[in-house]
Structure formats: structure tokens, C-alpha cells
């Protein structure tokens, strides 16, 4: 039971994003109503058939009468990923900037899901809007992504700022940088509790900008002597209109391989925030027929994703595409915590092609983060001196490490939550632990399901030590009326040895033979079976298999 909140008492509940790295979904509570900040997912470490993961929406569904919107800071999966899964339960406007929105529709019509029954609202810079009880201003800031936003939030209990994901790069590429002043401004008239991402919390200082990064980009396309690829963040706009500015200088063309930042491109052209020359875009047809030296190849897949553009290209199996020996590969990206053994895999994969690689580790210009480090977070807690602070957005380390910054800032109030914990920020009595809330994650296999832990329990004990089918039919008193079938997937040595497949079956056969035995074992038929097919493998192979057991009796046939 959540405890009850006083008139002027606002509680944050974080669903997701807090004590990990992604799946950002945050929500503000108070007596009148309840709004939600973000709603993204993750990418599973695993190869279980996971899709993407969400956060458990259970706590939002039994406050439904009180939740009055969605706001969202900006386009990226692990702030927008999940909005299609969020409408599943819920029926509620959402707030958005144009880029986000825009994605975030492309992704429903995905999912068949009709726009016309979804509630959008445009929010933008310098136009404050209601929801609910919230007032609320979007304040511009830098980021990976274009039309990135903070968030100025009154509630019951004063100003609450979240910074959402930001940096202070003083000339983006999109002409959008941090508006400092305003967020002073706002510092300057108080504000009560500071939520900040924590994610570059162990950068002292982050390395570069993205005009930097365009010019690294720049040096390496104008000596290539032949073919350039560069593997990139799809979301990543800034870039993009760096690159588009480096293949018109060097006369080259750009291909773009990856549905992504085909998307991507796409959705920021529509909105006037790319302006690629029309001539500039060539598709993979016309890229195989232009020299060497005059394509430009943009890619996904820098984590080595198993479908990615570049994972296929690197295993020399993309169909549309190739990479020869001489072509120049650069990285403009970091690999992801939890990515490096397959990353370096492909890497090495690219070396035996014969390409000429560039990474941060050779040329360290070629990427920069779109997360502000320490000094950027040190400046955001400078301009907001909020009374309170909570740090987002990373695992527990990072949240401890940002919270330590605000205590040496001399912020008076700092607490660590992380997701399912909850504070509650009272006008008068300042910020204090509170319940928690139920909260966890949601496994979406392919194709848009939801997979049980169970099913995955299942499909882990299956990978780790294989997969057996037994089939028999039965008639009269449970004999045999024909030999048992068996059949193995991934066992060592049973999927090679047909002795072993047949001393399985001559043992289920005994055990089915001894019916007495059965009978006084209080056993069913399906588990004997299970049991003494699994002790004959596991003599031969070491391991217990999941194994399946079909009965078929004549009576049924």
C-alpha cells in the first residue's frame, strides 16, 4: 500500500532507466494527478529470441484514472521504444517534439496501430503547456539526436527539472545548442528538485563535438583512395549533416545501408532538419556502379547486431553490398557495455577483408558522446542550485558517482532510488525515501509478444544443454504398439551418434514395459519416460537436455 500524499508533496517514481542503462521511464505523482517522463526500452544481452525489453507498466495501469499524459524528451529507442507497449495499457495524450512524435507514429503504424486513435501533442521550445495539474516548459538541449528537450516541471511541491539526456556542445551541426540562459533563468527563480543524467558520470571531460567529429570524418573521407564506410548511431542527425557536408566536399555519394537510417534520414528530411542535395543519395544499385573512390557508404550496426548492415558485411553476406581490400571502415561510434566480444569479432572479421580500419582506439576524433561528462554536469548543477537532487539515467555506480558531484556542488538534499524505489519531495519538509512501487521488466519476443519467464527459463536450459523429442504410441494397458521415436537438437554426441538415439528409445521401451513398477512409483507415464530418456543421455553426453514427451494412445487415434 502507497502512502498518501499532502497538498503541497510530489512523489518520483521511476519505472525504468534507474540502476541500469536504458529502458528511461520516469513518473511524477501528486493527490491530483500523475504524469509520466519518457518511455523507452532496452536491447537483451542475450540471443533468447528477445526482441526488446520494456518496463512492467503494472503500477501506471492501477493509478490509470489519475495518469494525464506522457511527456517525451527526445527520439531515442530508450526513451520512445516502449510508447507503443505503454498504449496497449493505457488510453492517454502524449506530448512530444516533432522528431520524436514522428518516430514514434512510424513505429505504431508498425504495430497496425490506427494514429488517428492516438492523442498527439506537439510540445516545443518556449511554449509552456498543461498537463493535468502540471504546468510544464521544454527547454532545448544538445544531444545525439535532433529536437532534444529538458523538461521545467511546477508541481505541488516547486520546479522540478529533468534534464533528460544532454550535452553542452556550444555548435551542434543542427544550430541547436543548450540554452543555458534559459535553464539559469530558471535556476535563478528556484527550483526544488533536479533529476540529471548520470550517464558519463566517469568522463572527466567529454572528448570533442560534433564539429570536431566532422572534421576527423572529413580528413579520413578526402585521402580514402577508394571506398569509405562509416559504421554509425542511426539517430545520430548531427552526424549525419556533417557527412552530408564531407561527401558534397570530396564529390562522392552516399549510400545508406540499414533500415534505421533509412528511417532516420528520411524522418528528418520531412521535418527540414537534413537537407541532403537531391543528387546526393544513391541506393545500392546505383552504388555498385559508381567508381571506388566516389561512394560514401553510411551503415548500422555498430554493436555487431546479428541482422545489422555491417555484421553482414564484415561476414561478407550483405547480397547488395561488399567490402574489398583497401576500402577504409570507420567506427564513429563507442561499442556499448556488454557488446565488446562480438564488436571485436567483427573487427577482426573486417582486418581479414583487407580494410583499413578507424576507431576511437586509432583515432580517437571520430566519435564523441552525445552525454554531457563531468564538467557539463557540474555546469547543469551550477546553472539549476536546485534544493533537492536525484541523479537518472545509469546504474547504480553512476547514480552514486553523480550524486557525490552534487554533495561537493553543496546541494542540500541528494538521494539514490533506483527503479521500484520512490522519494517524495514536500514544499516543506524537503525530499525523503518512500514506498516502493511494483515494477520490473517486460521480455517482447519477435513478432511483438510477450515471453514468460518460464518460456525463458526453458529456452536458456534448451541452449545450454540441447533440446530431445520422445514420441509413443500406446494401446491396450499402456503397451507399445510400435517402436518410440527420438529425435535430438543440439546434444553432444546424441545428434551424431544414431546408437545413442536408439539406446534412448530401447531404454524408454524397457521402462514402458515394466508397468507394475510404474504403477507403484506413483509416476505418470510422461515423466517415466521423461526420466529414463534423460539417464541415457546424460551417460553418453554429460548433460541433461530439455526433453519433450508425446504420448499417443490407439484410443485417441
Known amino acids: 500500500m502507497q502512502e498518501k500524499l499532502g497538498p503541497a508533496a510530489v512523489r518520483v517514481v521511476p519505472l525504468g532507466g534507474l540502476g541500469e542503462i536504458g529502458m528511461n521511464c520516469l513518473a511524477l505523482e501528486q493527490r491530483d494527478g500523475i504524469v509520466v517522463v519518457d518511455c523507452g526500452t532496452s536491447f537483451p544481452e542475450s540471443d533468447l529470441g528477445i526482441d526488446v525489453i520494456h518496463p512492467d507498466f503494472s503500477w501506471l495501469v492501477e493509478n490509470a484514472d489519475r495518469v494525464r499524459g506522457l511527456v517525451l524528451t527526445h527520439g531515442h529507442e530508450d526513451h520512445i521504444g516502449a510508447v507503443s507497449f505503454l498504449l496497449d495499457e493505457l488510453d492517454l495524450p502524449i506530448w512530444a ?129 577508394h571506398r569509405v564506410f562509416v559504421v554509425m548511431f542511426a539517430s545520430n542527425v548531427q552526424r549525419l549533416l556533417s557527412l552530408g557536408e564531407v561527401a558534397v566536399e570530396t564529390g562522392r555519394k552516399i549510400c545508406l545501408l540499414g533500415r534505421s537510417l533509412s528511417t532516420h534520414t528520411e524522418i528528418a528530411t520531412a521535418l527540414g532538419k537534413l537537407n541532403f542535395p537531391s543528387n546526393l543519395l544513391v541506393d545500392p544499385d ?86 554531457a561528462g563531468r564538467s557539463e554536469q557540474t555546469r547543469m548543477l551550477e546553472l539549476i542550485r536546485p534544493k533537492a537532487f536525484v541523479p537518472v539515467h545509469g546504474t547504480l555506480h553512476h547514480l552514486l558517482r553523480h550524486a557525490e558531484l552534487a554533495r561537493e556542488l553543496g546541494v542540500p538534499q541528494v538521494e539514490v532510488i533506483e527503479n521500484g524505489s520512490t522519494v517524495v519531495l514536500d514544499r516543506e519538509s524537503g525530499l525523503s525515501r518512500g514506498r516502493g512501487i511494483v515494477h520490473g521488466k517486460v521480455d517482447v519476443a519477435i513478432g511483438g509478444e510477450r515471453i514468460s519467464a518460464e518460456a525463458l527459463k526453458r529456452r536458456a536450459e534448451a541452449g545450454r544443454s540441447g533440446y530431445a523429442l520422445v514420441s509413443v504410441v500406446l494401446g491396450a494397458n499402456d503397451k507399445l504398439a510400435g517402436p518410440p521415436a527420438v529425435s535430438t537438437r543440439g546434444v553432444p554426441v546424441a545428434d551424431d551418434d544414431e546408437a545413442v538415439v536408439r539406446a534412448v528409445a530401447r531404454a524408454v521401451a524397457e521402462q514402458l514395459s515394466a508397468g507394475r513398477k510404474r504403477r507403484r512409483s506413483g509416476l505418470s507415464v510422461e515423466e517415466e519416460i521423461r526420466r529414463a530418456a534423460r539417464r541415457v543421455i546424460l551417460e553418453h553426453s554429460g548433460v541433461r537436455p530439455q526433453i519433450e514427451v508425446q504420448v499417443h494412445r490407439v484410443s485417441d487415434l
Request: hydrophobic residues 40%.
Open 97 to 225: 517534439p516533432a522528431h520524436a512524435q514522428a518516430l514514434v507514429e512510424k513505429r505504431l503504424r508498425e504495430r497496425g496501430v490506427p494514429l488517428e486513435e492516438v492523442r498527439f501533442r506537439e510540445h516545443r521550445v518556449g511554449h509552456p503547456f498543461d498537463v493535468g495539474p502540471f504546468e510544464i516548459e521544454s527547454i532545448r538541449v544538445a544531444h545525439s539526436i535532433t529536437d532534444a528537450t529538458a523538461l521545467s516541471i511546477r508541481t505541488a511541491a516547486g520546479v522540478v527539472v529533468h534534464t533528460g539526456d544532454f550535452n553542452f556542445d556550444p555548435d551542434p551541426p543542427d544550430g541547436e545548442p543548450t540554452d543555458a540562459a534559459r535553464l539559469e533563468a530558471i535556476g535563478d527563480a528556484g527550483v526544488a528538485l533536479l533529476l540529471s543524467d548520470s550517464t558519463n558520470i566517469d568522463v572527466p571531460v567529454r572528448p570533442g563535438s560534433e564539429r570536431e567529429v566532422g572534421d576527423a570524418l572529413r580528413r579520413i573521407v578526402s585521402q580514402a583512395e
Open 286 to 371: 546505383q552504388a555498385r556502379t559508381l567508381p571506388r573512390d566516389k561512394l560514401l557508404v553510411l551503415a548500422g550496426g555498430s554493436q555487431a547486431e546479428r541482422t545489422s548492415a555491417m555484421r553482414r558485411l564484415a561476414s561478407g553476406e550483405h547480397g547488395q553490398m561488399q567490402i574489398d581490400e583497401g576500402d577504409d571502415v570507420v567506427f564513429s561510434s563507442r561499442i556499448i557495455p556488454g557488446h565488446e566480444r562480438v564488436v571485436f569479432a567483427m573487427l577482426c572479421d573486417l582486418l581479414r577483408l583487407g580494410a583499413q580500419l578507424h576507431t576511437r582506439v586509432t583515432n580517437p576524433g571520430v566519435h564523441t558522446s552525445g552525454h
